[in-house]
Structures are given as structure tokens and as C-alpha cells.
């Protein structure tokens, strides 16, 4: 639909994400609206339907939804399912001939990102990665400071995303094979992704650690991990990530000041300041809303695509190599 004025969206997936923060966010975007579900829990068919004015003929399982090519009215297929079953449902949305949005991360390898990346290309379909921040204000001061420096050059970055996991050992983010892998994959993406906004630049290489304090909980996934990451021109980065303590921080150290966001990878208000007293401050909107538009604009009418799957794909393999680095010391990212 180039000349729709809003572009129909399919959620897949409808857990906590889809329900409590991307059909919300949906309800005010100017864009897109919330056209279709895809579920595996029959229950949520009528929920959903009932509450969003969803028709039938848009509601599908996971065994159907390649029927979706035939309905126009979905125009982007927005993939919220655990991560390791990113890929799969990517590939059959873009084989379906359907814009792609795949959540963080983009899937659990390089190999898979790139037969996402491969499978969108060959149909002739967007795709983009659920980075949220990369379409909020709060980041585009960052990426502002690092690039006009009224503050000078960076020299160090230092960011933090963690929290404090409990509750069903079972959960899918702590069973390998669904999640394919525990905080760095969850939360350590978004460090990963401020690292390098805040730099201006991708690592060169990494040296990465890994602790457990609580492994009868996080038998099969990773509990904490920090690393140390070179950017080119000496610039140092540092990131902690972690399911066993609270931290969600961006410093960046300019050769003449600073600048701080805390909170910084939640969703909002996020709250900033820089060395010279002043607060970074923005009216809150809701994240999700912005990101979604900035992909049906880019879309209809070619604007800058903020999250492409390339993004994804570099912070896999900066994961892969903070894994690597982890089972066998410093490692160079290729
Ligand atoms: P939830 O566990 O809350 O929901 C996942 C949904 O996926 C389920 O409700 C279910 O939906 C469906 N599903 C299908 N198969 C399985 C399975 N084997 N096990 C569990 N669920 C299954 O996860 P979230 O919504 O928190 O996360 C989903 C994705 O979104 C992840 O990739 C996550 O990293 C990402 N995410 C991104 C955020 C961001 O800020 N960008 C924030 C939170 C999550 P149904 O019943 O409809 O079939």
C-alpha cells in the first residue's frame, strides 16, 4: 500500500511485549495501526480481537499465517515471539511478500540474521529490528553530542543494562534453546547498541568475563557478563549486563565534559544531564510509537530506515565474540 495512509501491522507473539507496551503504543501511532494477530493461544484470538476491533479474517495461528500473503490489509508483519524462533517467522513473513519487523535481538547467530537479511531481500521486503531507542529522542541527543562535539571527542563510554530475574526458572529467556542465551542476549543488546551510539563507532575487538552467583537458577543461560570493548582511535567502552542486579546507565566522557542517561534503556521517561549542569529532557511518547512509524514512513515514502537488519546482524556479532572472548580470552571481531 504506498498510497494507504497508515500500513496494517500483524503482531506475532502476543506476550508481554505485543500486549503491554506495542499494541498500546499502536493505539496512538500515526502511521500504522494494528490490522492482525498471530497466536498460538486460542483464548488471546478473541481477547485481542474484542478489544483492538480486530476482524477474523485478520486473526491467524502459527500454522496458517503463511495464508497471510493473501491479505492486504497487512502490509508489516512484526515478529514478537521468543528468539529463537525470530528466523523462521521472519523468513515466512518475507516469503509471504510482508515488510518484516523482528525483535532484539535479531535472532540467536549471525547465520540466522543473515538468512533473515537474505530472505528479505530476495522478496523485496523492508526489514528493521525492534530497537526502540534508535527512533527516541534521548538517543539522537547522544548521537547530536558525539557527532556536532561541543564537548570534543569521546573517550570513553561506560553502559549498563541489567535487572534482577526471578520467578519461573522455566521462563523462556533462561532455557537455552529458546533464548539462545541468558543476559547478554536479552539485556546486553541494548548495551551493546549504546556503546555504539555513544562512540559514533563499531568495536574492533573485545575482552569479555562472565560471573554466576546463582546457578541452581541460571543453570542453562548466562546470569552476568561485563566486557571491555577497543573502538578505533584508542576510544574504550565498557559494558555490564546482567539478570542479578539493576543497571540501566549510559556514560560518555568527552575530552571536555560529559554526558549521562539514567534511566537509559527502559521505556521511559528517560531522564538525562551533561557535565556543564544542563538536564537532556524531552516530552515522553511512547517509544514503541515512534519506532513503528519511522518504519511505515520509511516505507511509504523512503525515509531513513533507523534499525535495518545490518544493525541487528553487527550486534550478533559482537555477541558472538563477547561469547567467544568468554570461553577463550581476548578476542578480535571480524
Ligand atoms: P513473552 O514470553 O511475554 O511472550 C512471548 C509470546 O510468544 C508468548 O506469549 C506466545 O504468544 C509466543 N510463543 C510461541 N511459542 C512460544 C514458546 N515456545 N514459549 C514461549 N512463548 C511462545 O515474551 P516477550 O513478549 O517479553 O518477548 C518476546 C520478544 O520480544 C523477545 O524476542 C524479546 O527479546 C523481545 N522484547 C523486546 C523488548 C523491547 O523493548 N524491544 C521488550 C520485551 C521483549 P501466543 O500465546 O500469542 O502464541
Redesign the pocket.
Known amino acids: 500500500g504506498k498510497d494507504k495512509k497508515k500500513l496494517g501491522i500483524a503482531l ?10 506495542l499494541a498500546p503504543g499502536l493505539q496512538d501511532a500515526e502511521n500504522c495501526y494494528l490490522a492482525g ?5 486460542p483464548a ?1 484470538e478473541k481477547e485481542w480481537m474484542e478489544k483492538y476491533n480486530i476482524p477474523k479474517k485478520n486473526v491467524y ?2 500454522e496458517n499465517f503463511d495464508s497471510i500473503a493473501k491479505n492486504k490489509d497487512i502490509d508489516i508483519v512484526y515478529v ?4 529463537s ?2 528466523a523462521e517467522f521472519c523468513i515466512r513473513a518475507a516469503k509471504a511478500g510482508k515488510h518484516v519487523i523482528c ?3 535479531m535472532a540467536v547467530s549471525v547465520e540466522e540474521c543473515d538468512s533473515i537479511i537474505h530472505a528479505c531481500n530476495e522478496a523485496g521486503v523492508k526489514l528493521a529490528v ?3 531507542m534508535q527512533s527516541d529522542p534521548y538517543t539522537k541527543e547522544i548521537k547530536r553530542l558525539v557527532k556536532e562535539k561541543p564537548y570534543g571527542d569521546v573517550r570513553y563510554v561506560s553502559s549498563d543494562a541489567g535487572y534482577i530475574s526471578g520467578g519461573n526458572p522455566d ?3 533462561l532455557n537455552h534453546a ?1 533464548s539462545g542465551g541468558g543476559a547478554l ?2 539485556m546486553g543488546v541494548y548495551s551493546i547498541q549504546s556503546n555504539i551510539y555513544g562512540t559514533g563507532q563499531n568495536p574492533i575487538s573485545v575482552s569479555a568475563q562472565e560471573f554466576s552467583s546463582r546457578p541452581e537458577y541460571f543453570k542453562d543461560t548466562d546470569e552476568t557478563i561485563t566486557a571491555q570493548m577497543e573502538f578505533p582511535n584508542g576510544v574504550v567502552g565498557n559494558l555490564y549486563t546482567s539478570h542479578n542486579a539493576n543497571a540501566n546507565r549510559l556514560f560518555v566522557s568527552f575530552e571536555k565534559g560529559w554526558a549521562e542517561l539514567n534511566p537509559c534503556h527502559s ?1 521511559g521517561p528517560l531522564s538525562g544531564r551533561t557535565s556543564d549542569g544542563n538536564e537532556i529532557k524531552f516530552p515522553h511518547q511512547s ?2 510509537k515512534l519506532q513503528m512509524d519511522d518504519f511505515a514512513k520509511h516505507i511509504m515514502l523512503g525515509t531513513t530506515n533507523y534499525a535495518p537488519g545490518e544493525m541487528g546482524k553487527r550486534d550478533m556479532i559482537i555477541v558472538e565474540a563477547i561469547y567467544k572472548s568468554i570461553k577463550e580470552g581476548g578476542t578480535k571481531i571480524p
Not at 506475532?12 to 507496551?21: A, C, F, K, R
Not at 494477530?37 to 493461544?41: P, Q
Request: charged letters at 15%; glycine letters at 16%.
Open positions: 506475532v507473539g502476543l506476550g508481554g511485549y505485543s500486549s503491554g507496551q494477530i498471530v497466536t498460538g493461544t488471546k495461528n502459527y514478537v515471539l521468543p528468539n524462533m525470530h525483535e532484539k535481538p525492534g530497537y526502540r521462563q523462556w529467556r529458546l542476549m536479552n521505556y517509544m514503541q
